[in-house]
């Protein structure tokens, strides 16, 4: 996101204000019994997320439960992660990508690093990935 939106000063909810694994699981297991099945990790970047693999096979253990995706720019998506959330359960992750060429990427997304991270990401994704 842009850095003179998410600046130094900008107030983010703070930590304890965010939803806890056991709520979002809670949550998913009262929406599973309306019939909902698919369960799509989004917001921001889910991989900053503390213990993102625990939350998945929370998930995966919810009856009715069946697909598991996630949407991430995949800059921190190694192989030992993306090993880590197949074997947690994530079924796919859709990749955001808004650009290829170099200047383009780190100017829309206003990122420091290359969009070769992106593509290495990709690479290593271990799962089924779409991109949008």
């Not at 003179?4 to 297991?29: C, M, Q």
């Not at 998945?56 to 009715?64: A, C, F, K, N, Q």
């Not at 921190?76 to 990427?105: W, Y």
């Amino acid at each position: 996101m842009p850095r003179e939106i998410f600046g130094p000063g900008y107030k983010f909810v703070p930590r304890n204000d965010l939803l806890k694994l056991e709520e979002i699981a809670r949550i998913t297991r009262l929406f599973s019994g309306h019939g909902v099945r698919k369960v799509r990790i989004t917001g921001g970047e889910p991989m900053i997320r503390r213990n993102l693999e625990r939350l998945i096979e929370m998930l995966r253990g919810i009856d009715g439960i069946t697909d598991i995706s996630m949407t991430t720019n995949a800059s921190m998506l190694t192989v030992k992660r993306a090993e880590a959330l197949r074997a947690a359960g994530l079924n796919r992750i859709n990749i955001s990508l808004d650009a290829i060429d170099e200047e383009t990427f780190q100017r829309v997304n206003d990122v420091d690093f290359p969009v070769a991270k992106v593509l290495e990401g990709i690479d290593n994704a271990h799962v089924p990935v779409s991109m949008r």
